[in-house]
């Protein structure tokens, strides 16, 4: 099976194909949002973020993700054509995902995003609409603009999910004593199996504090 | 932005990317030159053009190269190496199975038909070619190839074990015990509000501030006014890094300065959409 000079390949190469799949990436995405908004699961992005959405849900204040996300999803947009490289988590994961679902409901639109089939629809029109902005970005900016600190980004943001493990386990011991007590021991457990420390911490928070339910 | 660092001769053709953040660039010099690999020797994104300094010239992060049909057994034997660079021996770098170094590194280049040549500007010090049997590691199975290079075969592949993660992650979470999933979201909601503000624009600050004068002061005029206006400073630090390294690499120049011109645009746009001038209007 010799697919490397194919026709389909050809065309997932050419510029004509990136919003196209751009589309298909942002209708997933807005799909995800979706089933998270009836379901309360299937949201793709890091916790903290949806759990910024999932603040906006309770409380019907969605400023902190609507500024938050949709700025990033500028950003992101702004940088990608000039750097030559998208970043897919500010721009579709952060941006689209949770930015403009909040912008929406905050705006009081809520009905493509209660409809599985109106979701994909309006992630697929989000992401092709993106990617021909994004296109149109890089035709009139001049080419080799260099990286544009896009490695101090990726550092920074690397940086950043290190945080949350301990971040967690300050959270639990401030819910309750038994969560506190499983957010570090979790931590450490994961931590002594390198595997990583805000999942440890989350698991024994949730396996101690439901068990031992009593506020600290 | 590339230099032709060895002579041709029997086949075999290297390029070197020099400068920070070469890893960027790779796929555009091994596309222009139909290159058949390219090879990073800097697993950490760029932290290798750091080190570059006057006692250190010749830093490069990136060598792409290509070679004849006749030569193509040689290129699994090839070991790069450039002795003088400081990245070489980053244990990252020895644990790389593309790339082994061997303690030859610092010796003589054998012959294989090659010999460096003098860049202007990298210094004396130029990656040699060895031929090393024992170090195969630019073989890769045909197949797994084959697959990499066909975006069309990698997006199947990644449909399927897509459908099956998200399946499996969504009917775990339904399987989570309520009580369980009330403490999570008790616990995760103040770690992740802490984490938005003020974790996250710390850590974008802090590292836009090492990145140098210009890009610290960009990022702290836009982090500040970002956080004013859209309530968390990380999209102005991005902004402002962006703008602070394109001033930094390319002067004021026209496109830099369009740039700020759309950034401008836009936080005035936000911040009218978002109510602030009332705010300020309220000042007085």
């Known amino acids: 099976m010799n697919m490397k000079n194919s026709k389909i390949n050809a065309f997932l190469m050419s510029p004509a194909a990136f919003p196209l799949l751009l589309g298909v990436v942002a209708a997933s995405v807005v799909a995800g949002t979706h089933m998270f908004i009836t379901t309360g699961s299937g949201a793709f992005n890091d916790i903290y973020v949806v759990q910024m959405l999932q603040a906006g849900l309770d409380t019907g204040d969605y400023a902190a993700a609507a500024g938050f996300a949709a700025g990033f999803l500028i950003a992101r947009v702004l940088e990608g054509p000039l750097v030559g490289l998208l970043d897919l988590g500010g721009s579709i994961m952060t941006g689209v995902g949770i930015g403009i679902p909040a912008v929406m409901l905050a705006s009081g639109i809520r009905w493509p995003l209660e409809s599985f089939v109106a979701s994909l629809g309006l992630g697929l029109i989000i992401g092709v609409v993106l990617g021909c902005i994004i296109m149109l970005i890089r035709k009139l900016m001049p080419a080799g603009m260099g990286s544009l600190g896009t490695d101090v980004m990726m550092g920074a943001g690397n940086k950043t999910g290190q945080y949350l493990g301990p971040l967690i386990v300050l959270s639990a011991i401030g819910y309750s004593i038994p969560a506190g007590v499983g957010a570090f021991v979790g931590a450490a457990i994961s931590y002594w199996f390198k595997k990583p420390v805000a999942g440890g911490a989350i698991l024994g928070a949730m396996i101690l504090g439901a068990l031992i339910p009593l506020a600290g | ?284």
């Open chain 2, 1 to 284: 932005m590339r230099k032709r660092i060895m002579e041709e001769r029997k086949g075999p053709v290297l390029f070197v990317i020099p400068g920070m953040a070469a890893d960027m660039k790779v796929g555009d010099v091994m596309h222009k030159e139909n290159a058949s690999f390219g090879i990073s020797f800097c697993g950490s994104g760029g932290a290798g053009a750091h080190l570059a300094g006057p006692d250190r010239p010749g830093q490069f992060e990136i060598v792409a190269g290509h070679f004849d049909r006749t030569l193509r057994i040689r290129q699994r034997e090839l070991t790069l190496c450039n002795p003088n660079q400081g990245d070489v021996g980053h244990p990252a770098n020895r644990q790389a199975p593309q790339l082994r170094l061997p303690p030859q590194c610092g010796g003589r280049p054998a012959h294989v038909g090659l010999q460096p040549v003098p860049v202007p500007g990298a210094g004396p010090q130029h990656p040699r070619t060895l031929p090393q049997r024992r170090h195969a590691g630019l073989h890769r199975p045909k197949v797994v190839e084959e697959t990499l290079y066909s975006p069309a075969a990698m997006a199947a592949a990644g449909a399927i074990v897509g459908a099956v993660v998200l399946s499996v992650l969504n009917t775990v979470a339904a399987f989570i015990p309520q009580s369980m999933a009330v403490v999570a979201s008790q616990v995760l909601g103040p770690a992740s509000s802490l984490m938005m503000n003020p974790v996250m624009p710390v850590i974008f600050w802090l590292a836009a501030l090492d990145a140098g004068r210009i890009t610290g002061v960009w990022s702290t005029i836009l982090g500040g006014l970002a956080h004013m206006i859209m309530g968390n400073a990380v999209p102005g630090i991005v902004l402002g890094i962006l703008i602070g390294k394109s001033a930094e690499e390319h002067g004021y120049s026209k496109s830099t300065n369009t740039m700020i011109a759309i950034v401008a645009v836009l936080f005035i746009l936000i911040a009218y959409f978002r109510g602030f001038h009332t705010k300020l209007i309220a000042l007085f």
